[in-house]
């Protein structure tokens, strides 16, 4: 009598279970494509005799876990009394004909499946095999991870600082702005920012150094949220070392402003030390571009021009010493409404007082101070000019 058994072309295993002992069985193996056979694989083999293996039914498994998953693997782990020769590992994917197989030794009661593909649901078996009997198999569905977000969206991080971090993406579909979230690793405080629609990439500031952050991207539309990618970033150590005096670091004061208009502001801040250079940073809300200052290192003040109306901005100032940045100053301020026209203009088109001309600020630009009398003029002037040959239509020399 000739007994046939059909395995799944995948196949390069197969267990014949219920043959007799000692007892002389030949085996034949064909490969079948379409209706033909190939020329089939041929051997003989004689069971075991009684006396070689003691004939009882194996034990039965106990329970099976899954562990480590990722987007490609899992770890499978089962508990199992002694007794066992191997165990027997069998997986296939849903709606995938082809099973495969693994054998584990006896003295392990795990194993590594590897080499799967991502989000994709696994049916897994595992038979305890013992004098050439299986037990009753231990069965799971697993479902291995989601591969990580790249495109669309593909974020990538960059121009990370002790304090900033830039990010940017790409999508495929319309949104009507986005939102951030992130936290620090920790916290359970999240802060949220808005960007407008048509932005790809965005510098969140006023991070902490050596800092881990948790990032969410969320696309707004119609009030819906929908998630477009997380990561995690760490912020790079703080350049501010103790240079002033054993156990103190330099750092600033504090800082104010005053003189907020339409387009400009005045920065004031005080400081124990004395800096190499001062740096000013700065970003209007909802933009990527930060903006960046560098003073002379005793300057006190500063007026910021050419804002935009109705704008809040971020501004950071640090104090540099010996290449090393304190830690920053930070303050978020909006600037008023259109400009209005002064409700009483000077008669003269002429500015009665003196003019102060400080060209420390860059090589293409000066700052001018103004004092006019009062009736005309309520509080000093400032003027920023880049354009020389304009300025009150005279040359000056640089």
Excluded at 46 to 66: C, D, M, W, Y
């Amino acid at each position: 009598e000739t007994r046939n058994v059909t395995v799944p072309g995948g196949k390069r295993a197969y267990l014949i279970a219920g043959l007799l002992p000692s007892t002389k069985y030949t085996i034949y193996v064909y490969g079948i494509s379409g209706s033909k056979r190939t020329q089939p694989l041929t051997t003989h083999i004689t069971t075991a005799g009684l006396e070689s293996k003691v004939a009882k039914k194996p034990g039965e498994l106990g329970t099976l876990s899954v562990s480590h998953l990722t987007p490609q693997s899992f770890k499978l782990s089962w508990t199992t009394a002694k007794g066992f020769d191997s165990f027997l590992v069998e997986y296939s994917a849903a709606g995938v004909g082809s099973v495969r197989n693994l054998t584990v030794p006896a003295a392990r009661s795990f194993s590594f499946v590897r080499g799967l593909s991502p989000a994709t649901v696994y049916t897994v078996h595992v038979y305890g095999l013992a004098g050439g009997q299986r037990s009753k198999p231990l069965t799971t569905q697993v479902t291995t991870d989601a591969p990580e977000p790249s495109s669309p969206p593909s974020p990538g991080v960059s121009d990370i600082s002790a304090d900033s971090l830039q990010f940017s993406w790409t999508v495929e579909r319309v949104y009507q702005l986005f939102l951030i979230q992130y936290r620090a690793h920790g916290s359970f405080s999240f802060h949220n920012l808005t960007v407008d629609a048509d932005k790809r990439s965005y510098s969140i500031m006023g991070l902490e150094p050596s800092t881990k952050y948790l990032v969410y991207l969320y696309g707004v539309y119609k009030m819906h949220l929908t998630k477009l990618m997380a990561f995690v970033a760490t912020t790079t150590a703080s350049m501010v070392k103790d240079v002033a005096m054993p156990g103190q670091a330099r750092a600033l004061g504090s800082l104010s402003v005053s003189n907020i208009t339409a387009d400009s502001l005045e920065l004031w801040w005080s400081a124990r030390w004395q800096f190499d250079s001062i740096i000013i940073q700065y970003r209007a809300q909802g933009s990527e571009g930060v903006r960046k200052i560098r003073l002379a290192g005793d300057r006190r003040s500063y007026l910021l021009l050419g804002l935009l109306p109705s704008t809040k901005y971020t501004i950071y100032i640090h104090g540099v010493s010996a290449a090393r940045q304190s830690d920053p100053l930070s303050i978020v301020i909006s600037t008023t409404g259109s400009r209005v026209p002064p409700t009483h203009p000077p008669t003269s088109p002429h500015l009665p007082g003196y003019l102060r001309i400080f060209p420390q600020l860059y090589p293409e630009t000066l700052q001018l101070f103004t004092a006019a009398s009062a009736s005309c003029y309520p509080a000093v002037n400032k003027v920023h000019y880049t354009n020389f040959a304009d300025l009150f239509g005279v040359k000056l020399d640089t």
